[in-house]
């Protein structure tokens, strides 16, 4: 009798102790804070492709102890965001959380090419196609949207004298918005009615401008700091590197691959191997680049390991650079701003991992108030002046490209003049 009771209590104690396990560690609400637990929230809203931030970034002053090994936070993602953690507090106990957040989208589309201010038909000689063959030559893009809308407002009578305002509008998802006017004057075609006052006088003959020549590049910009030299592609057609030599030339910059649209694959330039065999054998200093229209990172990618496998390990007296120029038609690329950068960061990590610096191509305008961040990219700014270019941010101007119309002896062709800075 003795037994039976012991082994009943027995079987109480173990299901009690059973009983408390399993609401200790699964009937238990995970999700209820524990008596002293802290966990405050002290940031929950952030620009979209703001600065990396974790879970730490949000929770502020606590006593917890969180387990979740994936701290990053969403912040390309426009919207709400959740994020369940795990944590711990004064025990074993394990407990849960939902740290809720969001991402803002606050910046305005930009226009690249903007409308034209103003433009003049005469009355009854023109119609709505000529104002549609402005409009297409308009680009925009924005941060965020890969489609933001252009909205129009506004008409013209072309049959009637006046001043009409045209209102456009690129919108983007979040609200954002930008506008601009063009403003279309009607007026009477004037008849030439025998007053000379009324008939134009002839254009003066313009001065011939003075030629752009390599001699005169090495006078204006050859120092202890700096080398002179050129880059080439297949339209300078067949060149004399040994006269390139002579000519004071100390390096050439050469095309290896194009793209022609965004969805053609890389191919190399036909004049690519020729000329830079040629270059080498003169002891020209030799770079190479590729022009881009990639729209995603993955052929952005691909635009680099086509790059490595035609140099096969040859070395590179500069960093290899991304050309990327689609700045007229960018609306139809079906890309944002951003993610010019993620293309770069990846052809660049990839050129990293087969032992190739890299260098970002573009004209000063488009660095300076397109390119989103240009982090520590080092640049080769094109801006056809004598005045030196600036890149608003400090970023690291390594080569300055000054004209597209030199002329130098063994290229019959008109070519890009450069000029690197030597560290």
């Known amino acids: 009798m ?10 109480l104690i173990v299901g009690i102790l059973s009983g408390l396990l399993l609401f200790k560690y699964v009937l238990y609400d995970k999700y209820k804070i ?7 929230i002290i940031n929950s809203k952030f620009e979209v ?18 387990l979740t090994e994936d701290e990053a936070l969403d912040l390309e993602t426009v919207g709400e965001h959740k994020k369940t953690i795990q944590y711990k507090y004064n025990g074993v106990r394990k407990y849960l959380f939902d740290v809720k957040y969001e991402v803002e989208d606050n910046i305005k589309p930009i226009f690249i090419k903007e409308p034209t201010s103003s433009v003049s038909f005469y009355v009854n000689e023109s ?3 000529d104002i549609q063959k402005l409009e297409e030559k308009i680009s925009y893009a924005d941060n965020y949207d890969i489609s933001p809308r252009l909205i129009v407002e506004g008409n013209v009578d072309f049959s009637v004298l006046g001043t009409y305002t045209l209102y456009y509008t690129i919108k983007d998802s979040s609200g954002n918005e930008t506008s601009k006017t063009m403003n279309v004057i009607i007026k009477e075609r004037q008849v030439d009615n025998g007053n000379k006052s009324e008939i134009e006088e002839p254009k003066k003959e313009e001065e011939k401008e003075e030629k752009n020549t390599f001699a005169k590049h090495i006078e204006n910009y050859k120092t202890e700091e700096t080398m002179v030299g050129i880059d080439v592609s297949k339209w300078q057609g067949e060149i004399d590197f040994d006269k390139l030599k002579d000519a004071g030339a100390e390096f050439v910059i050469m095309r290896l691959g194009v793209m022609k649209d ?20 003169v002891g020209l200093k030799v770079g190479i680049y590729v022009y881009s229209e990639a729209n995603n990172v993955d052929t952005a990618i691909s635009n680099a390991q ?4 035609i140099l096969n390990g040859e070395k590179l007296d500069f960093p290899v650079v991304f050309d990327w120029e689609s700045w007229a038609y960018f609306n139809r690329m079906q890309m ?16 990293k991992n087969a032992g190739y610096e890299s260098m970002l191509y573009g004209s000063e305008y488009y660095l300076n108030n397109v390119w989103m961040d240009l982090k520590d990219y080092t640049i080769w700014v094109a801006k056809y002046s004598s005045k030196e270019p600036k890149i608003e941010n400090g970023n690291k101007i390594l080569m300055w490209q000054n ?9 019959d062709e008109e070519v890009d003049l450069d000029i690197y800075y030597i560290d």
Not at 34 to 40: E, L, Q, T, Y
Not at 271 to 276: C, H, I, P, S
Not at 338 to 346: E, G, H, I, P, S
Not at 403 to 411: D, L, M, N, V, W
């Open 306 to 309: 086509f790059i490595i496998n």
């Open 262 to 281: 965004k969805d053609s694959e890389v191919e190399i330039d036909n004049t690519f191997e020729k000329n830079y065999e040629n270059a080498k054998k």
């Open 34 to 40: 524990p008596k002293g637990a802290k966990i405050d």
């Open 2 to 11: 003795k037994k039976k009771i012991f082994l009943v209590i027995a079987i």
């Open 403 to 411: 004209s597209c119309t030199g002329k130098i002896e063994g290229i």
């Open 127 to 129: 119609s709505q196609q």
């Open 49 to 66: 492709y703001s600065e990396s931030k974790n879970l730490y970034d949000i929770i502020g002053d606590n006593n917890i102890e969180i």
């Open 336 to 351: 944002n701003l951003y993610m010019l950068n993620k293309m770069y960061d990846a052809f660049s990590n990839t050129m």
